[in-house]
């Protein structure tokens, strides 16, 4: 991450942010923990792109079911090891997305998630 991550994290209040967002990226995996870290530090609300974030602390998370995706790319590799020829498979997109709230960080944050929102939630961490 870079050196300059503190910084930025505590600039991102004066800029009169109300949050966050951190999308799916190899250096955002990475830099998971300190990601969290800055944002419970300066009390940035943050949605993040996988349910990982979440259960190690982050805020709220919404992307793409990554166990889904696996069961697709199964079914893809069934296929093909039954004879099928990859070029005349047709291309999928993601068909499952999960929300998944940590209701511990958003106490700490103080902030109160609207009870329509967390029954709409695939998963709410205590």
Known sequence: MP???????????????????????????????QL???AARNAIPTLFFAREFVA????????VSFNEALRQAG???ARIL????????PALQPTKFELVINSKTAKAFGLTIPKTLLL???????
């Open 3 to 33: 050196s300059d991550s503190d910084a930025v994290f505590a600039g991102l209040p004066g800029l009169h942010a109300g949050g966050l967002l951190v999308s799916g990226d190899p250096l955002f995996e990475a830099c998971r923990e």
């Open 36 to 38: 969290i870290d800055l």
């Open 56 to 63: 190690a602390g982050g805020l709220a998370s919404y992307g």
């Open 75 to 77: 079914l893809y590799a």
């Open 82 to 89: 039954r004879g099928a020829t990859p070029a005349d498979l």
């Open 120 to 126: 709409r939630a695939d998963e709410v961490i205590q």
